[in-house]
C-alpha cells in the first residue's frame, strides 16, 4: 500500500491521540482493542478511517463462517479459523522484515496480510468473536500467541499458523530463555486484557522507534502506554529521559522525580539520581 504516514504529532479534526485517550480511561472490559489499536496507525495514516478498516474484519468474518459451520466443537471451530486465515487468505508472519513498523499497525496488516505476531492474534481473536468462537490473546514471554476459552485448552500460533501443544510452549519459552526459565502455563498462558494487548503493542513500537534514535515517536509511545498505565513507574522513567533527549528538561526533570518516588529502590534509581542531578545543574536551560 501506499505510505501515507504523517508525523507522531499531527492532529486532525477527530484527534486520534484524543479518541485514543477516551479508550483508555475506559474499564478493561469496555475498550474495544481493534479500534484503539486503529488510532495507534491512525497517528501515522492521517487519512486512516477506523470504520472503513474495521469492516474488513467483518468481511473476514462472513467469509469465514461458512467453513465453520460443519464443526462439531469450539476447538475444532478454532482449528479451521487459523487455517482459513493463515492458509486460505494468506495472513502470515512477516519473517523477512520484522522489525519493520508497520507490521504493528492493524490498517498494513489487514492491507499486506502480514506482521508480527500479535497483530496477526489481534486480527484471528477479531474475526472470532464475531462469529462467537472465544478466542483471546496470550502474552506469551517471548511471542504472543492466542488460545481457546474453554475446558479443552487450544493453543495458536497464528505467526506460523500453527496449533501448539503445552510441550510446544515450553519448548518455545526455554529457547527464548534458557532451560531454567520456568513453564508456568496458568500464568503464561493467561489471557491477557485489551489493556495489557495495547501496551505490550506500543512497547514494540517504541522500542523499534528508540532504536531508530526517532526520538519524537518514542516519546508518542511512552505517552500513550502512560494514558492506559497512569503512574506506571518504569514507563515514567522511559519517558523521562526520552524528554531528556529532546531537551525538554523541566519535563524531563519531572517524570525522572516521580519515578524515584513510585520505584526508589528499583536497579536504576541510582542511575536516574544522578542524571537528575545533572539536570538540575542546568537550570539556565529548563523550559
Not at 33 to 60: H, K, M, N
Not at 62 to 85: K, T
Not at 174 to 179: I, K, M, R, S, T
Not at 212 to 231: K, N, Q, S, V
Amino acid at each position: 500500500m501506499a505510505d501515507s504516514r504523517v508525523g507522531p504529532l499531527a492532529m486532525k479534526a477527530c484527534d486520534p491521540r484524543e479518541q485514543f485517550a477516551e479508550l483508555a480511561r475506559l474499564p478493561d472490559a469496555k475498550i474495544d482493542t481493534a479500534l484503539a489499536a486503529l488510532w495507534i496507525a491512525a497517528e501515522e495514516y492521517g487519512s486512516l478511517d477506523p470504520q472503513v478498516t474495521l469492516s474488513r474484519l467483518d468481511a473476514l468474518a462472513a467469509a469465514a463462517a461458512p467453513s465453520l459451520g460443519e464443526a462439531s466443537n469450539d476447538a475444532e471451530r478454532a482449528e479451521r479459523l487459523l487455517h482459513f486465515l493463515h492458509t486460505e487468505q494468506g495472513f502470515v508472519g512477516n519473517e523477512k522484515s520484522y522489525d519493520d513498523p508497520c507490521n504493528s499497525f492493524l490498517n498494513v496488516v489487514l492491507e499486506r496480510r502480514t506482521g508480527i505476531p500479535i497483530t496477526l492474534s489481534l486480527v484471528l481473536v477479531e474475526v472470532a468473536r464475531r462469529i462467537g468462537l472465544p478466542l483471546r490473546g496470550v502474552s506469551f514471554p517471548g511471542h504472543f500467541l492466542v488460545k481457546l476459552e474453554g475446558p479443552e485448552l487450544r493453543v495458536l500460533d497464528p505467526f506460523h499458523g500453527r496449533i501448539l501443544e503445552l510441550a510446544d510452549c515450553r519448548a518455545r519459552l526455554h529457547a527464548a530463555f534458557g532451560l531454567d526459565a520456568p513453564f508456568q502455563p496458568e500464568l503464561q498462558l493467561r489471557a491477557a486484557t485489551p489493556r495489557e494487548i495495547l501496551v505490550r503493542m506500543l512497547t514494540n513500537l517504541k522500542h523499534l522507534h528508540l532504536r531508530a534514535r526517532d526520538f519524537g515517536r518514542t516519546l508518542a509511545c511512552c505517552e500513550r502506554i502512560l494514558m492506559l498505565l497512569p503512574d506506571a513507574p518504569l514507563e515514567l522513567r522511559d519517558r523521562g529521559l526520552v524528554y531528556e533527549r529532546l531537551e525538554c528538561f523541566a519535563a524531563a526533570a519531572h517524570d525522572l522525580e516521580r519515578f524515584l518516588q513510585l520505584a526508589p529502590e528499583d536497579e536504576s534509581a541510582a542511575a536516574i539520581r544522578e542524571r537528575l542531578h545533572a539536570l538540575r545543574t542546568r537550570p539556565q536551560r529548563l523550559h
